[in-house]
């Protein structure tokens, strides 16, 4: 049965940290696309980070470029968001979603990921 699950969501002060998680069963995370996303209460999904195919490549929205960083383990078929530099509007649940095609390079998008996740809830405050 594939799966994925999100963890490592919690309540941060701004410009503290986190690191959030992405594990699969039933495949295999490093042949596919994955990418992270987060909706805010009242707002639409969108589109944070991405990772492509053996982690050839990764990309990222323009308001997390320099803040968040996506990585993955293959050992323990898992991929990582680490957020830094926290602010009040990251605040969101945070899904991650697999595109199950095997593609060299991807794209910051909500379209074509397959499976999704669960959500881990991130609130940044003071």
């Known amino acids: 049965q594939l799966q994925l699950v999100e963890s490592g969501g919690g309540l941060v002060q701004p410009g503290g940290s986190l690191r959030l998680s992405c594990a699969a069963s039933?495949?295999?995370?490093?042949?596919?696309?994955i990418g992270w996303f987060r909706q805010a209460p009242g707002k639409e999904r969108e589109g944070v980070s991405c990772?492509?195919?053996?982690?050839?490549?990764?990309n990222y929205a323009d308001s997390v470029k320099g803040r968040f960083t996506i990585s993955s383990d293959n050992a323990k078929n898992t991929v990582y968001l680490q957020l830094n530099s926290l602010k009040p509007e990251d605040t969101a649940v945070y899904y991650c979603?697999?595109?199950?095609?095997?593609?060299?390079?991807?794209?910051?998008?909500?379209?074509?990921?397959?499976?999704w996740g669960q959500g881990t809830q991130v609130t940044v405050s003071s």
């Open positions: 979603a697999v595109r199950m095609l095997m593609q060299p390079m991807c794209v910051v998008s909500i379209y074509g990921y397959n499976y």
């Open positions: 039933g495949f295999t995370l490093n042949d596919y696309v």
């Open positions: 990772i492509s195919s053996s982690g050839r490549s990764t």
